[in-house]
């Protein structure tokens, strides 16, 4: 049987923990934001925890209550709250108001008497009261029904069990123990000279401070030090006791209306939530709130009329059938699927469909508890194989493509993946549109999303699908305007599907060959550790910057070169090269450090990821992970396989193709400069880049003001350094260190190149102005990328701000220059190519192609020429290509045109 559970939270409690947790949280307009962040997250995780019926949480008030009557100095050493603390207690109230969280605070009323008198209104009401608190005084309600849960979640809930441990005193008699000891938190006095060990045997014997007066004369007879002065000093200072006492002892009695203690007590208001976490910059939490992840909403929820009853449960082929032409009709449909295993043995299989206008249809099947009636997984998967892979009938989701990887077990392939929350979620996002969900937010959490932790919630299962199709439905509008469905319906959801399938395809790893380079660099870790500890003539852990701290600045009076953010002294990679010309220690532990990040980042990883049944690596590519729109790779991560390092570059010999096959490599040249070429229209550089030859060799000719035949490769690696620099505006003191010039040089440069290519730095103003103007820029292809920190007071916010205007309308414009290409030659290799050419990898501005050896000319020509022209600039896009059997040993091929 379920017990009925209650948490009161102690909010003084909480705003503390969270203030000195969060102390630096601040929103883009300067507001500290930590308590409100930190206490949300704290109410969220006591629900996921304990899963409880309700929650309140209690406020003190800044009036005085009787105690300050009884004793002025009260609380007197408690130092006043701090003003940002102070500033977010009102915003976090209202915000506790929108989430339908009953709040009590009464003027004049402690909230310990508060959550006194509540404990025990909602024990009489058959409830289990959980008390999250910190506070010693509220130890002395623990009863069979009443328990503490400390601040630190993993920590033992606290019951009348362990308080006798911790104590030796029951926790009714805490108040009498606190009456002798006193409270140095509250300033209550106590007994002077009783302390904690005198206090736990005469509450062992008499367990109360009136028992203990009552029997004075007989404690004489405890096996207490100096009994004599403890019974002088208790007779001296027995008003002071039960003043003690009364200050500690909680009254469960306060008059406290019944409708604040009500089933529920403010209304669940989702539009004032996100409007709220939009302001104050919670970005995970409003991202939590679309994909039904924030426990807090889901507590207080109408009573639900019977699930089974309001929808359908597949149960046989009639059923099914129907379902099927309910979908034929409709064409479009919200699904969800998937399984999971309780206690290592127990597999459940579930799924369920949405459609406009009808119930939500069902299925589960638990291998422990079969149901005869049910029709088998098997069968409902084949019937329903058609349709799932039939790209006429439009499927929404969450997530779908791990719906993708999921029924690809089953020989289906999925088609028609047309609106992804997430995706569409990630869109919103950056469209500042959180307001525009108003009209099925409420809808969308009218049922309850328990935490299980065991089978999943029939409840649960049918909104992974409901609440998809509502997202949809009101949300379909934004994505009829021109600009936006050309974004989303022909570049977002489209690559869906190509990513989808390029993780399905994976990357071919001969296993071997990186076992046999871990091996080999463990045995020279081990060497240069030798060596280490020779030239020390010590043992230490070389990856504590603490001991190698010790032994660089302290052992060896290395100089001080650099110093961290929290102005410890640096031991990075800058340090230990400089350190390096004095001495030969830095040296090796440098290469140690290099060789180990590679073993643990890298080898160890891409071992432990080859799937033994395709030898292949499976990574997965995030669409909605960048402000700057770019793909990101992980478990594992890709695109950042080393390639400047010789030993780096040997982990890439390991990726290989199977006989009769090719790696192909295709590589956008400079697109970000022919980006800004378009965008800015500099003919200087429009020119640079219009005719075979090196945009970084012409700009060193500028910058440095030396003919073509002068250009040595320093010249053109730092104008290609200032390229990049420049383009993201670099300051003079930044491209110094880069290059490792004086700032006055590094001006001179940004100077120079300014002047070469005058229409840049008008358009990196221009863009900055209509930023600060709209708060947003819009890309090439009519993507609007907001920019929150754009007016912001902080002066380091802005400037960051100001860096990503033109970061973000680059990077975004190239993501979307590559994702377009990847579509397209996607929709070609499908149609034309089927078994002769596949995308494995992206990488950036690169993409990876596995291809067949005897089409290799025509699917060259191919690929070059459609990444080519997939968008047109104002200058040519440039494709660079290699290819070769692996990954390292990849070579330039010079395209035969005349094909």
């Known amino acids: 049987m379920n017990k009925k559970k209650i948490i009161l939270i102690d909010g003084h409690y909480c705003l503390y923990q969270t203030y000195f947790s969060f102390l630096k949280l601040q929103n883009n307009h300067g507001d500290p934001t930590g308590v409100i962040y930190g206490c949300i997250k704290i109410f969220n995780k006591l629900i996921e ?26 609380k007197k050493n408690r130092s006043p709250m701090p003003k ?46 959980s008390i999250y608190s910190a506070d010693k005084d509220l130890v002395q309600l623990i009863d069979k029904k009443t328990s503490i849960i400390p601040g630190n979640f993993e920590k033992e809930i606290l019951n009348k069990y362990n308080i006798y441990q911790k104590y030796g005193i029951l926790p009714k008699s805490m108040a009498d123990f606190l009456s002798l000891v006193g409270d140095s938190s509250d300033n209550i006095p106590g007994v002077p000279g009783i302390g904690k060990k005198t206090a736990t045997v005469l509450l062992k014997n008499f367990t109360s401070i009136h028992e203990i007066y009552k029997n004075i004369e007989k404690i004489n007879n405890l096996p207490i030090r100096n009994i004599k002065n403890i019974i002088e000093k208790l007779k001296k200072n027995k008003k002071m006791a039960f003043l003690s006492y009364k200050l500690t002892k909680i009254n469960k009695n306060i008059p406290i209306d019944d409708v604040l203690i009500k089933d529920k007590n403010y209304e669940l208001n989702i539009p004032i939530l996100l409007k709220k976490f939009k302001y104050y910059q919670f970005n995970q939490y409003i991202q939590n709130i679309y994909n039904n992840q924030f426990p807090i909403i889901n507590i207080y929820h109408t009573k639900k009329k019977n699930i089974k009853n309001n929808n359908i449960e597949i149960i046989d082929k009639h059923i099914l059938s129907k379902l099927i032409q309910k979908i034929i009709q409709a064409k479009i449909f919200s699904i969800a699927l998937s399984s999971y295993t309780i206690a290592g043995k127990n597999n459940i299989f579930y799924l369920s469909i949405s459609i406009k206008n009808n119930k939500t249809w069902w299925y589960v099947c638990n291998t422990k508890k079969n149901n005869k009636q049910k029709i088998s997984k098997k069968i409902l998967l084949i019937s329903m194989k058609d349709i799932l892979e039939n790209e006429k009938y439009l499927k929404i989701g969450t997530n779908l493509k791990k719906i993708f990887h999921f029924l690809k077990k089953f020989n289906i392939t999925v088609n028609g993946m047309y609106f992804d929350t997430s995706i569409a979620f990630y869109y919103y996002q950056l469209s500042n549109m959180y307001q525009d969900y ?57 690559l869906l599907t190509v990513l989808s399938i390029m993780e399905n ?13 871990e091996k080999r660099t463990i045995n020279t870790l081990n060497k240069l550790k030798k060596k280490i500890y020779d030239i020390t003539q010590e043992q230490f852990n070389i990856n504590s910057y603490k001991q190698l701290q010790n032994i ?29 010309k004095i001495h030969s220690l830095p040296k090796i532990i440098l290469q140690y450090r290099i060789l180990n990040k590679l073993n643990n980042t890298y080898l160890k990883k891409l071992i432990q990821s080859i799937n033994k049944k395709t030898n292949k690596i499976h990574t997965t590519y995030h669409q909605t992970s960048t402000s700057t729109g770019r793909l990101s790779s992980r478990n594992p991560n890709l695109q950042n396989i080393p390639i400047r390092t010789k030993i780096g570059r040997k982990i890439r010999i390991a990726f290989i193709v199977k006989k009769k096959w090719l790696l192909l490599t295709a590589d956008y040249s400079q697109i970000e400069l022919r980006i800004m070429a378009h965008y800015s229209r500099d003919i200087k550089m429009i020119q640079d880049l219009s005719y075979k030859q090196d945009i970084h060799s012409k700009t060193a000719e500028h910058i440095f003001k030396i003919k073509p035949c002068h250009v040595k490769y320093y010249h053109r690696n730092i104008a290609k350094i200032i390229n990049f620099s420049v383009l993201y505006g670099i300051s003079p003191f930044g491209l110094s260190q880069k290059l490792n010039i004086s700032i006055i040089e590094a001006s001179e440069y940004i100077q120079s190149y300014f002047l070469t290519y005058k229409k840049i730095k008008k358009y990196i103003k221009y863009i900055y102005n209509l930023a600060k103007k709209n708060q947003y820029i819009t890309t090439l292809f009519g993507r609007n990328i907001y920019i929150p920190n754009i007016n912001s007071t902080n002066k380091t916010l802005k400037k960051q701000a ?73 200058v040519p896009l440039y494709v660079s290509l290699k290819t070769g059997k692996n990954w390292k040993e990849i070579k330039p091929y010079i395209l035969n045109t005349s094909i």
């Open 802 to 874: 100001k860096r990503f205007c033109i970061n973000s309308i680059i990077q975004n414009t190239a993501s979307d220059i590559i994702k377009t290409s990847m579509i397209k030659l996607h929709t070609i290799f499908q149609k034309k190519f089927y078994n002769d050419a596949k995308i494995i990898m992206q990488i950036h501005d690169e993409l990876i192609f596995e291809i067949k050896e005897e089409k290799k000319s025509q699917l060259i020509y191919l690929i070059k020429n459609y990444m080519e022209n997939s968008t047109k600039l104002i």
């Open 438 to 494: 108003k009209t099925y937010i409420i809808t969308m959490f009218s049922k309850t999303n328990k935490k299980y932790n065991s089978e999943k919630s029939l409840d649960c299962i049918i909104q992974e699908s409901y609440i998809p199709l509502q997202i949809y439905l009101s949300t379909e509008k934004y994505f009829t305007v021109k600009n936006k469905k050309k974004i989303f319906h022909s570049i977002d959801m489209p």
């Open 552 to 580: 660089l600045f302290k052992k060896y009076n290395f100089p001080y070169i650099q110093k961290t953010k929290t102005g410890s002294i640096s031991t990075n990679e800058t340090v230990l090269i400089k350190l390096s």
């Open 49 to 74: 925890i304990f899963n409880p019926k309700k929650i309140i949480i209690i406020f003190d008030t800044p009036t005085q209550n009787f105690r300050h009557k009884l004793y002025t100095n009260y």
């Open 505 to 517: 395809n994976g990357v071919l790893v001969k296993k071997k060959i990186l076992q046999n380079q």
């Open 84 to 129: 940002n603390l102070k500033k977010q207690i009102q915003p976090l109230q209202k915000i506790i108001k929108a989430l339908g969280i009953p709040i009590i605070s009464i003027n004049n009323i402690e909230a310990d008497d508060i959550i006194g008198t509540l404990s025990k209104k909602f024990i009489k009401k058959n409830y289990y009261v």
